[in-house]
């Protein structure tokens, strides 16, 4: 298969005189050990001529390698191989030409290796798969050949028995196993040897995604000077103060003295999410970016929201004729359920957006997520205690400073209007 260009993993014959190394094919028995090609330093290349510019320099140092490391020519060669520094940058990384000889290294720089031409492109690769053998008790990476791929392994296993074959990707080798038995057929073939179950894995991967043809374009590239960040940065808590302070005024123009409590309740939970971003910095460096600043906007609103049900329902229960004291804890019993149903889904969006999404959108998910669950624990823990407790309040209980007048008025016509069909049936 040929040599990898642009990360596509490939196999190669070795070519004639190669020796063979401890490797497997399918089935495998431990194969004699390989020579290992001495590494050298190679010649000290020539510095480039004054003026010449990076590209060109490195055009060169390709074109002087593929010279050098793919020439047909056996002296050639033999030079290549004993100047090969597997310690070195290798410039003809994806740049080798596949229908050419080739020299080059393992991927651990341990051994030297002379290829033949490519033989099997690696987009005929299927599948690669690793998993255990029990009844060899060895781990093994399965390789599936697509159908027009199958055929040329089928002819290479069967004219190199006994022999390695190269899997290479990006011009060095990341597998060259000894072929067992040959010819194989169906498409289907197995490497094994000294593997564990993480190194069987990491094998199976590389042959099986490098593979693929992958190309990636900038689709947005945006730079934005230090002084520019903080100045949104400041933008963006601004925005968040000013929408406390409208919810805040917004409560205590529909709930009087109540609001006062619904804004204690999120200055609570104000200083319990700014905590607990300083804590996350401290833990694992979290920053608090422009998309977590609109999570929490968000969060202000979402925990106004619990504030908002909460109240509505106790005026539910004053309209059906029960007293402040009486309505708080039932309208409680009917709030926590529709704020918990209603939290539980705002959570649960905030979790799949945090994992599917990437970037900026993970910051916005993250701070959304804990603004969630801060609300619920200060709508329990401060919230509803505080409500309990003024409940009890002789002075809290009257319409001009919880601002349910109305309410009461609208209970005490129903009761009246009731009563009234009564006193005439009589």
């Known amino acids: 298969?040929?040599?990898?260009?642009?990360?596509?993993?490939?196999?190669?014959?070795?070519?004639?005189?190669?020796?063979?190394?401890?490797?497997?094919?399918?089935?495998?028995?431990?194969?004699?050990?390989?020579?290992?090609?001495?590494?050298?330093?190679?010649?000290?290349?020539?510095?480039?001529?004054?003026?010449?510019?990076?590209?060109?320099?490195?055009?060169?140092?390709?074109?002087?390698?593929?010279?050098?490391?793919?020439?047909?020519?056996?002296?050639?060669?033999?030079?290549?191989?004993a100047s090969m520094d597997c310690t070195k940058p290798d410039p003809l990384?994806?740049?080798?030409?596949?229908?050419?000889?080739?020299?080059?290294?393992?991927?651990?720089?341990t051994e030297v290796f002379l290829l033949g031409p490519s033989r099997i492109d690696g987009q005929e690769i299927a599948d690669a798969t690793s998993g255990l053998n029990s009844q060899q008790a060895r781990h093994e990476v399965n390789l599936e050949f697509k159908?027009?791929?199958?055929?040329?392994?089928?002819?290479?296993?069967?004219?190199?028995?006994?022999?390695?074959?190269?899997?290479?990707?990006?011009?060095?080798?990341?597998?060259?196993?000894?072929?067992q038995q040959g010819p194989q057929l169906g498409g289907r073939t197995s490497i094994s040897g000294s593997f564990t179950a993480d190194s069987a894995a990491e094998l199976a991967n590389t042959l099986k995604y490098g593979s693929l043809p992958l190309s990636f374009q900038t689709s947005e590239a945006e730079t934005v000077s230090a002084t520019l960040g903080l100045s949104s940065l400041k933008a963006g808590l601004l925005a968040g103060a000013i929408g406390l302070i409208a919810v805040l005024l917004y409560c205590l123009f529909v709930y009087r003295m109540l609001g006062l409590l619904a804004g204690f309740s999120l200055i609570a939970a104000g200083v319990a999410v700014y905590g607990i971003i300083v804590l996350l910095g401290r833990w694992i460096g979290f920053t608090l970016d422009l998309a977590g600043i609109a999570g929490l906007i968000i969060g202000i609103g979402l925990t106004a929201d619990s504030f908002v049900v909460f109240f509505?329902?106790?005026?539910?229960?004053?309209?059906?004729?029960?007293?402040?004291?009486?309505?708080?804890?039932?309208?409680?019993?009917?709030?926590?359920?529709?704020?918990?149903?209603?939290?539980?889904?705002?959570?649960?969006?905030?979790?799949?957006?945090?994992?599917?999404?990437?970037?900026?959108?993970?910051?916005?998910?993250?701070?959304?997520?804990i603004t969630t669950v801060l609300d619920v624990i200060v709508l329990y823990l401060v919230t509803a205690p505080l409500m309990m407790i003024v409940s009890?309040?002789?002075?809290?209980?009257?319409?001009?400073?919880?601002?349910?007048?109305?309410?009461?008025?609208?209970?005490?016509?129903?009761?009246?209007?009731?009563?009234?069909?009564k006193e005439m049936s009589r």
Do not use: H
Not at 148 to 157: I, V, Y
């Open 312 to 369: 509505e329902r106790i005026k539910d229960e004053m309209r059906e004729g029960r007293s402040f004291r009486s309505a708080v804890p039932r309208g409680w019993a009917r709030a926590q359920r529709t704020n918990l149903s209603g939290k539980t889904v705002s959570l649960i969006a905030s979790v799949v957006l945090y994992l599917l999404a990437a970037g900026q959108v993970k910051g916005f998910a993250f701070t959304l997520g």
């Open 93 to 109: 990384a994806g740049n080798d030409d596949p229908a050419l000889p080739l020299v080059t290294c393992s991927q651990d720089g």
């Open 147 to 179: 159908s027009s791929g199958a055929d040329a392994w089928s002819a290479l296993t069967g004219e190199y028995v006994y022999k390695r074959v190269a899997f290479v990707l990006d011009s060095k080798v990341v597998s060259a196993p000894q072929v």
């Open 392 to 421: 009890r309040s002789p002075f809290w209980a009257k319409p001009s400073v919880n601002g349910l007048g109305s309410v009461q008025q609208i209970a005490r016509e129903r009761a009246a209007g009731q009563a009234r069909p």
């Open 1 to 81: 298969v040929p040599p990898a260009q642009g990360g596509t993993p490939t196999t190669s014959a070795p070519a004639p005189g190669e020796t063979t190394a401890p490797a497997a094919g399918e089935p495998t028995t431990p194969a004699p050990q390989s020579r290992v090609f001495p590494a050298q330093a190679p010649p000290t290349p020539t510095p480039a001529p004054g003026g010449t510019s990076t590209q060109q320099q490195q055009a060169k140092e390709i074109a002087d390698a593929k010279a050098l490391r793919q020439s047909t020519d056996q002296s050639v060669q033999q030079v290549a191989v």
